[in-house]
């Protein structure tokens, strides 16, 4: 295991960190008028935590038969040619799933007011009043644990590319799953340090905590379309070179 391995993992890790069920659910329940209930938001991240870790073991147990299917393929180019046109396909996606001008922003911020004041409260606002209340079962809490998770699990980009690194490393199986664990940490760790902050400082970091949620409630799909482009960006130069190659 080496720094070439583990250092684009943890930049994947930390990207992964900011997401909605990571980092923007978590700072949710922190802020909520009540005083936050820790047990109730490690139970949160630890559910999570333990979905991504399940789903990438699964992905890791079922990629040796997929090699192998690939390796058989009698035309390798048309892999590239696919591989190609999937880079295509994500670099136009991050292009199109987040508006890039004010005014395109303003509009969708529009859209969803008056989304809001017609059908009222989103699902994951009901489900982060249902987990904070005090009367509530911990079945709530990993309820929307889950929801987020398996919301958010097929626009993971990050995630599903580091499994991508680790499948294509030289780690047998059980090593794979012990760096997939360390990953999972680091994707939950700015939430607890955030929590303990929350905790131990208290009203003091509030103010701090409601400025992060709203910058990342901001710009946390614009930083996944970049990433999404990006991705496509280096799945189409990559695709290309080989279908040059010999």
Not at 37 to 61: D, E, K, Q, S, W
Not at 113 to 129: F, N, W
Not at 161 to 178: K, M, N, Q, T
Not at 200 to 211: G, M, N, Q, S
């Amino acid at each position: 295991m080496n720094f070439e391995l583990l250092a684009p993992l943890a930049v994947l890790a930390l990207i992964d960190s900011t997401s909605f069920g990571t980092l923007l659910i978590p700072l949710w329940l922190m802020l909520a008028p009540v005083r936050p209930r820790p047990g109730r938001i490690l139970l949160f991240l630890g559910t999570v935590a333990a979905f991504y870790l399940l789903l990438g073991i699964a992905l890791l147990l079922g990629a040796p038969s997929l090699l192998a299917a690939l390796q058989k393929a009698e035309n390798l180019q048309a892999l590239r040619v696919a591989q190609w046109i999937a880079g295509i396909g994500l670099m136009v996606l991050g292009v199109l799933m987040e508006p890039w001008t004010k005014a395109g922003k303003e509009r969708r911020e529009a859209r969803r007011a008056e989304k809001i004041a017609r059908h009222g409260p989103s699902l994951h606002m009901r489900m982060r009043e249902r987990a904070t209340d005090a009367s509530a079962p911990v079945g709530a809490v990993i309820a929307l644990a889950l929801t987020a998770a398996v919301i958010e699990a097929a626009s993971m980009i990050p995630y599903l590319a580091a499994i991508g690194v680790l499948i294509a490393s030289e780690l047998s199986l059980a090593g794979r799953a012990a760096v997939l664990f360390g990953y999972c940490l680091v994707m939950i760790a700015p939430a607890l340090l955030l929590l303990a902050a929350r905790l131990f400082l208290h009203e003091h970091v509030a103010p701090i905590l409601t400025k992060v949620e709203a910058f990342l409630s901001r710009n946390a799909n614009e930083a996944t379309a970049w990433v999404v482009f990006l991705l496509g960006l280096y799945m189409v130069s990559d695709g290309w070179n080989a279908l040059d190659g010999p």
